[in-house]
């Protein structure tokens, strides 16, 4: 794990250190761009989007699939109701894993400290799973991953509020709900932002669910107001960019102040 951690750190270190020392444009050129490749804003309003394209255009089996590429659990035997629920926590926790978490620590080290923080939370999502496979590699990326993600998923949450209140949602229940239901997860972090997606929008998400072929029980998320239902995933986008255009105002704010 280390390993991987200063590779991901190292490469690109030297190679913009050089790139600063003898043409500062291409430094800059080149870190903007790898700073904008690490925010994941984009591909996850992408990827969840076919989720819900796969869903209307051609059913069911097909949306399994799009889904599956997206989520690490089981997913063959989803309803229509559970593939768009596992599409709808997928943005909300990757609003603070892929977008203000890498956003966060970009702020503090440039692209530099992007990479670092993907690389262990790329880790986390391929092996960071308590089975027999992974039992000790996948639990030291998983742990690690909470330690780097603790600030930033309060942080998005914070700031998902404020975006469902300018999106027009339900602000008020997304901020009762994130005090209800915040630690409703094995991980200190995932329901933060998912407590304030499902009570923004009405609806209940977590629950039970099957990974590699064994039931994980868990706890449910927000009040059933209504059922979930397929624009769910497209309004779950517009907290998505309210979220990430908060924490770009947010961090711009606080560079200025810093510098």
């Known amino acids: 794990m280390l390993v991987v951690v200063t590779v991901s750190t190292g490469v690109p270190a030297v190679i ?16 903007s761009f790898w700073c904008y490749q690490i925010l994941a804003t984009k591909s996850l ?23 599956s590429m997206i989520v690490g659990r089981d997913t063959q035997n989803l309803t229509e109701e559970g593939v768009t629920k596992a599409a709808v926590e997928t943005v909300a926790e990757n609003t603070s894993d892929g977008v203000i978490a890498p956003l966060f620590y970009m702020l503090i080290g ?21 089975n027999d496979r992974y039992q000790w590699f996948g639990t030291a990326a ?13 942080v998005s949450a914070v700031l998902m509020i404020v975006a469902s209140y300018l999106t027009g949602m339900d602000g008020k229940n997304a901020a009762r709900i994130f005090r209800r239901d915040r630690f409703n997860h094995k991980s200190p972090n995932s329901a933060q932002t998912e407590a304030v997606m499902a009570g923004a929008l ?19 998320i927000g009040d059933p107001v209504r059922e979930m239902e397929l ?16 924490g770009l105002i947010l961090g711009i704010i606080l560079r200025i102040l810093v510098l």
């Open 202 to 220: 009405d609806v209940q998400l977590a629950g039970d669910a099957w990974y590699f072929g064994k039931l994980h029980k868990k706890p449910t």
């Open 110 to 130: 440039g692209a530099v400290l992007g990479f670092a923080y993907k690389a262990i939370n790329t880790m986390d999502s391929m092996v960071g799973y308590k």
């Open 16 to 31: 913009l250190s050089v790139a600063y020392k003898y043409f500062w444009q291409l430094g800059l050129a080149l870190e």
């Open 142 to 154: 998983a742990k690690l991953d909470d330690v780097v993600n603790f600030i930033p998923a309060r």
């Open 45 to 67: 309003k992408v990827e969840s989007d076919r989720v819900y394209i796969a869903l209307k255009d051609k059913g069911l089996e097909v949306g399994r699939k799009a889904v």
């Open 231 to 246: 624009l769910d995933i497209r309004r779950s986008h517009k907290l998505l960019y309210g979220t990430a255009m908060l």
